[in-house]
T-cell receptor, first 116, second 117 residues
Framework: ETGVTQTPRHLVMGMTNKKSLKCEQHLGHNAMYWYKQSAKKPLELMFVYNFKEQTENNSVPSRFSPECPNSSHLFLHLHTLQPEDSALYLC???????????????FGPGTRLLVL | AQKVTQAQTEISVVEKEDVTLDCVYETRDTTYYLFWYKQPPSGELVFLIRRNSFDEQNEISGRYSWNFQKSTSSFNFTITASQVVDSAVYFCALSAPFSGGYNKLIFGAGTRLAVHP
């Protein structure tokens, strides 16, 4: 596998379910990101991880819980979601250097989530 | 505050036409980077180009070209001789300093391009 992979590609869940989204990057990068893309809003950054440490939580509700066990894997644990959480969830990775703005983020194919 | 505006929501062209996608940005930073990404129906965001704020040279890559004009805060993207495979949503993004020494990508709303045979 190359680049950034995400599983599952599609997910339907009820509001009382608990599920997890998985992201894996094969680029040797040290930073990973979760983005949300919904029909009504532009792409929104949710979380940033650097070397397994969460460095940013962009005011995301606690029903979304990220986990980064190592620099190659990133999870997004979901519980008691609402229908408005239905969206495309995109994972990205980049090579973070100190004070470097030019890093390019590479994205996975996304998980299309539908909450019923 | 940083902001990216893509005023064109949807564009429809016939194959072989040239098409320009507009991008206007706002930032108070003197150093920043601009990006274009393509999102085909499969959903993945595909990186197309990165341009820094100090380099105003236009860039050409095959049928793609980019026009960066700092004076008008614009970073427009032109596809020459469009093809059906160019049909996708195109996003312009601005990279700016964020907390923890990270940069944050601020995306425009995207322009949906439909190329018809």
């Amino acid at each position: 596998e190359t680049g950034v992979t995400q599983t599952p590609r599609h997910l339907v869940m009820g509001m009382t379910n608990k599920k997890s989204l998985k992201c894996e990057q094969h680029l040797g990068h040290n930073a990973m990101y979760w983005y949300k893309q919904s029909a009504k809003k532009p792409l929104e950054l949710m979380f940033v991880y650097n070397f397994k440490e969460q460095t940013e939580n962009n005011s995301v509700p606690s029903r979304f819980s990220p986990e980064c066990p190592n620099s190659s894997h990133l999870f997004l644990h979901l519980h008691t979601l609402q229908p408005e959480d239905s969206a495309l969830y995109l994972c990205a990775s980049s090579q973070k250097s100190q004070g470097n703005l030019q890093e390019t983020q590479y994205f996975g194919p996304g998980t299309r989530l539908l909450v019923l | 505050a940083q902001k990216v505006t893509q005023a064109q929501t949807e564009i429809s062209v016939v194959e072989k036409e040239d098409v320009t996608l507009d991008c206007v940005y706002e930032t108070r930073d003197t150093t920043y980077y601009l990006f274009w990404y393509k999102q085909p129906p499969s959903g993945e965001l595909v990186f197309l180009i990165r341009r820094n704020s100090f380099d105003e040279q236009n860039e050409i890559s095959g049928r793609y070209s980019w026009n960066f004009q700092k004076s008008t805060s614009s970073f427009n993207f032109t596809i020459t001789a469009s093809q059906v495979v160019d049909s996708a949503v195109y996003f312009c993004a601005l990279s700016a300093p964020f907390s923890g020494g990270y940069n944050k990508l601020i995306f425009g709303a995207g322009t949906r391009l439909a190329v018809h045979p």
